[in-house]
C-alpha cells in the first residue's frame, strides 16, 4: 500500500509530478504519510522513479480507497493496523521514496529548509506547515538569541557540543548563523577540544550519520559508496582513518567527528557550501583495545590493516573521488597517523589536489603568527633560532614552511636554511649521530650537535628565540624551560601548540607568570585573558582554523587543479598582514577570530592569486578583484523567502 503524504509534492532533478502536487492538495484526508525513500541517484533511479511514479497516479486515479484496502489479513498483527503500513511491508517488498521537494510536515524534518517558527504566515499556507507550528512567529535573530540562551545553560562543554549537533540536524541554516555570529563562543565546542572529546564517546552519542564510512568491507566497492551519498557537487572532502585524532591517538571509526567538525567551520569560516562538502572516515581497525571491547564501538571490530591492504584501500578511494567529482575536488586528509600522513601527502599530490591540514596548514597558521610575531621582536626570519619539541607532522610541517620562507627571503638554499631550525623528539635533540635511526621525515633536521636528552637541555644549548611544542604531551614546557627561553631573550616566542588544552605545553598562565610577563605566547587550544603585573594579555590562538577554510576556499574558487607550497606562503602572508597594531598592543599575533569570515576572504584571494600566478588554476577569466569575488561566494546562512 502507498499513500502520499498530503501536500507534498514530488519532484526528482529535472523531473517534476504537477500531478502529485495537486491530487495531494486536494485529497487532505488521504490516509497516513508514509515517509519513504527512492535512491534516485543517477543510477537508472529516474526511470526507476518515473515508472513507480507513472504506476502510482494511475493507482491513485483508479480511486484512492483502493489505496487504504489490504489484500491480505495478518494473523500476527497484534494491534490493528488500520494504516496497512506494517502489513504492506512485512510479506512484500516496497519501493523506498523521497520527496526532494518538501512541504508541511516533512519540511519541518528537512534541515537544509526547515526555519522552524522563523516560517512567515504565508509560507506556512503555501507549503502546508499551518498547524505544525504553534501560532508565534519570530526572527532568526531571534531564534539566534534563544539559542544562544539555551546553549550557555549547559555545564557540560560535550552537552553544547550535543546541542549544536542536533540543531545542525534540525536546521543547518540556524546551525550555521550561530557558528559564524557566536565563532569566538562558538569554536571550542565544534572543534578542538570538545570535539576530542565528542569522538572519544562518539560510539554513544552517534545519532544520525554525519558523513561517509568506508570501511574494509567497501573494497571493491567505494565509487558505489560515493554515488549514496545525497549530494553531487562536492567540492571538499576531508577525510580522516581516526588514528591520531588530536593529541588523544588512535580513536578508529570514532575519528568521523573531526571531518564533521573540520566541514562546518570550512561553511561557518571559510563559507564554503554545506552541500558541497563531504566528511569521510576511512575504517581500516583500530588498535585501540578499550573501543576493541566497547560494546558501543561503531567501528569494524579488527587491528588496524596495514601495508599492502591498507594502501589498496586509500588507492582506491582517490581514484574513486577523482573519478566521481572530477579533478578540482579538494582533498584534505585530516589525523592520520604520521607513518602514513607524510606518505599519503607525497603520493597523491602531484596527481589529486591534497592538502594535509597537520602538516600544511598547521604550518601556515604557525608561520603566520611567527611574522607577526617579528612585528614585536624584530629581526628577519633568517636572524632566528627555532626549536620544536615534537618532530611529527606539525612540527616537521611547520619546520619546513619556515626554512623554505627563509630560503625565500634570504636566496639562500633551503638546506642552508634548515640549520636555523632544531627539533627535539621523545628520543631528544634530533642529531646527525641519529641519523641511521632517523624516520625519513626527520632526517632533514639531523645537524651537527652533541646528543642531548632533554628539552631543558637542548633550550640552554641551542638558545631559542622561538620554542613551539607539537609533541602532544602535555605540560613540557616545564618553568624552568620558560625561565630559561626568558633568560636569554627579552620577548620569549613560545607556541604551545598540542591540543586539547590537557595536552597543552603549558598555560598561558604559566607562559607570562614564569616569563614576567613577556613572552609572546600563542596556543592550539584557546585559553583565557590573563593578567600578569597589572596588565592583561589575550593569548593568540594558533590554530588551523585561521587558515584551512580560507586555503579551501580559495582554491575552490580559482578552480585549482594542485597544491603548491607557494599557496601556504600565500595563505600565511594573508593572515600575518591582518593583525591590526591594536592586535599587536594587547601581546596578539593573530587577529581576532571575530572577523574571521573577512580573514578568509583575504586568504582566500591571496591563495587563488598565487593559483593563477602559478596556472594552477582553471576559473577563466581570472577576476579582477579576488577579495570581492571571494566575499561573494561564501555561503550565507541567512533564511530564503519561500515562494
Ligand atoms: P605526530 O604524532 O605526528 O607527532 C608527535 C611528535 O612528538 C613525534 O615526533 C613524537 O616523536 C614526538 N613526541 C612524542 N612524545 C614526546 C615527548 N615526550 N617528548 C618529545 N617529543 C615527543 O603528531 P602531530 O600531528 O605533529 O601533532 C602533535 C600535536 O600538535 C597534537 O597534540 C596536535 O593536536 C597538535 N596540533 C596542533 C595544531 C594547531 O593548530 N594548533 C595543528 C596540528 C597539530
Redesign the pocket.
Known amino acids: 500500500m502507498i499513500s502520499l503524504k498530503a501536500g507534498s509534492f514530488l519532484q526528482n532533478n529535472s523531473t517534476s509530478f504537477s500531478g502529485i502536487s495537486s491530487f495531494s492538495h486536494s485529497q487532505r484526508k488521504v490516509s497516513a504519510p508514509v515517509v519513504v525513500a527512492l535512491n534516485s541517484n543517477g543510477r537508472g533511479g529516474e526511470r526507476k522513479f518515473k515508472a513507480l511514479m507513472e504506476s502510482t497516479l494511475k493507482e491513485i486515479r483508479e480511486g484512492a480507497s483502493a489505496l487504504d484496502m489490504d489484500p491480505k489479513p495478518n494473523p500476527g498483527a497484534g494491534v490493528e493496523d488500520v494504516y496497512g503500513e506494517d502489513r504492506a511491508t512485512e510479506d512484500q517488498p516496497v519501493t523506498p521514496w523521497t520527496t526532494s521537494v518538501a512541504s508541511g510536515y516533512s519540511l519541518l524534518r528537512d534541515p537544509h529548509h526547515n526555519k522552524g517558527l522563523a516560517f512567515t504566515d504565508k509560507e506556512r499556507d503555501a507549503h502546508y506547515v499551518r498547524g505544525l507550528l504553534p501560532p508565534a512567529v519570530v526572527t532568526q535573530e531571534l531564534q539566534e538569541k534563544k539559542l544562544m540562551h539555551n546553549l550557555r545553560q549547559y555545564q557540560v562543554p560535550l552537552q553544547r557540543y550535543m546541542a549544536l549537533m542536533d540543531l545542525q540536524e534540525r536546521n543547518q541554516r540556524l546551525f550555521y548563523k550561530l557558528l559564524i555570529d557566536n565563532v569566538e563562543e562558538l569554536l571550542p565546542v565544534v572543534y ?1 577540544p570538545t570535539v576530542g572529546e565528542a569522538c572519544q564517546k562518539y560510539g554513544s552519542i552517534f545519532r544520525r550519520p554525519q558523513g561517509l564510512y568506508i570501511s574494509l568491507k567497501e573494497k571493491g566497492k567505494i565509487l558505489e559508496v560515493l554515488k549514496n551519498w545525497p549530494e553531487k557537487k562536492i567540492q571538499v572532502i576531508v577525510v580522516t582513518d581516526g588514528e ?1 585524532i ?2 588523544l591517538g588512535d580513536l578508529g571509526c570514532q575519528g568521523m567527528g573531526i571531518p564533521v567538525g573540520k566541514l562546518a567551520l570550512y561553511t561557518a569560516l571559510g563559507g564554503v557550501r554545506p552541500s558541497s562538502c563531504l566528511p569521510v572516515t576511512i575504517d581500516v581497525g583500530t588498535n585501540n583495545e578499550e573501543l576493541l571491547k566497547d560494546e558501543f564501538y561503531i567501528g569494524i571490530r579488527q587491528k588496524r590493516a596495514t601495508g599492502q591492504e591498507y594502501s589498496e584501500l586509500l588507492h582506491e578511494f582517490m581514484c574513486a573521488v577523482k573519478q566521481n567529482y572530477g579533478e578540482k575536488v579538494l582533498i584534505q586528509f585530516e ?1 592520520f ?2 607513518h602514513n ?1 607524510f606518505e599519503l601527502l607525497a603520493k597523491y599530490r602531484a596527481s589529486h589536489l591534497v592538502f594535509n ?3 600544511q ?2 604550518a601556515s ?2 608561520l603566520a603568527g611567527v611574522v607577526a610575531a617579528l612585528k614585536l621582536v624584530g629581526g628577519t626570519l633568517a636572524e632566528h633560532t627555532f626549536l620544536f ?9 611547520i619546520a619546513e614552511l619556515i626554512a623554505l620562507e627563509m630560503s625565500k627571503q634570504t636566496k639562500a638554499p633551503i638546506e642552508e636554511t634548515r640549520k636555523k631550525i632544531w ?5 631528544g635533540l634530533i642529531v646527525s649521530s641519529r641519523m641511521e635511526s632517523l624516520q625519513h621525515f ?1 632526517k632533514p633536521w639531523a645537524h651537527e650537535h652533541e646528543p642531548l636528552k632533554t ?1 631543558l637541555d637542548a633550550v640552554k644549548a641551542i638558545k631559542p628565540t622561538v620554542l613551539i ?5 602535555g605540560k ?1 614546557f616545564t618553568k624552568e624551560v620558560v625561565e630559561a627561553m626568558a633568560s636569554f631573550n627579552e620577548r620569549p616566542v613560545i607556541f604551545a ?4 588544552t590537557s ?1 597543552s605545553e603549558c598555560t598561558a598562565e604559566q607562559a607570562y607568570t614564569w616569563s614576567k610577563g613577556r613572552a609572546i605566547f600563542a ?3 584557546p585559553f583565557d585573558p590573563v593578567e600578569c603585573n597589572g596588565k592583561v594579555f589575550v593569548p593568540g ?5 585561521y587558515i584551512f577554510p580560507g586555503f579551501g576556499l580559495g582554491l575552490v574558487i580559482s578552480g585549482a587543479i594542485r597544491v603548491h607550497d607557494d599557496m601556504l606562503l600565500a595563505a600565511s602572508e594573508a593572515l600575518a598582514g591582518q593583525v591590526t597594531e591594536d592586535n599587536f598592543d594587547k601581546g596578539l599575533i593573530y587577529p581576532p577570530f571575530c572577523n574571521i569570515r573577512k580573514i578568509s576572504a583575504e586568504i582566500a584571494a591571496n591563495v587563488a592569486s598565487k593559483a593563477y600566478e602559478l596556472g594552477l588554476a582553471t576559473r577563466l577569466p581570472r577576476p579582477a578583484n579576488l577579495v570581492k569575488y571571494a566575499e561573494s561566494c561564501m555561503y550565507s546562512p541567512v533564511y530564503r523567502n519561500y515562494r
Open positions: 578542538t591520531r588530536l593529541g589525523d597517523a604520521n600522513a591540514d597537520d602538516i596548514g598547521t597558521v604557525v619539541l615534537g618532530a611529527g607532522e606539525a612540527g616537521t610541517g627539533l627535539v623528539d621523545s628520543k626527520k628539552l611544542g607539537s609533541s602532544g604531551v613540557t601548540l598540542s591540543n586539547p595536552q596556543s592550539g587550544s590562538q594558533a590554530n588551523n582554523a
